[in-house]
């Protein structure tokens, strides 16, 4: 298991256990994390799993792919560490990923 750490727009964090190869979106779907709403369940279809990527985590992630890239035009505020949580493999290399949560999505 791998922790991930999401922040709310309040700052209130949830500290979630994750199967490696799970992705992000299905750890916070799973948790109960609000502000993750997944709409399209994880098929990289809705931009609804936007999240921000900490900047103490930049370069820790791979690069987004051409699909992820034209999704996140779908979403709200995006910016330079915007991704989308669907698509973020969990794996012990990044234990502790802290990732903020929107104030909105879409």
Request: glycine content about 8%.
């Given at each position: ?14 500290t979630v256990d994750a199967a490696n ?58 910016r330079p560490n915007s991704r989308l ?22």
């Amino acid at each position: 298991m791998t922790e991930i750490v999401f922040v709310s727009p309040d700052g209130t964090r949830y500290t979630v256990d994750a199967a490696n190869g799970a992705s992000a979106m299905e750890a916070a779907v799973r948790n109960d994390v609000p502000g993750i709403d997944a709409d399209c369940g994880g098929a990289c279809a809705c931009a609804t799993c936007h999240v921000y990527v900490d900047d103490a985590f930049a370069g820790a992630l791979p690069e987004p792919e051409a699909m992820e890239e034209d999704m996140l035009d779908f979403a709200f505020d995006v910016r330079p560490n915007s991704r989308l949580s669907c698509q973020i493999r969990v794996n012990d290399a990044i234990s502790g990923l802290v990732l903020h949560v929107p104030e909105r999505q879409g």
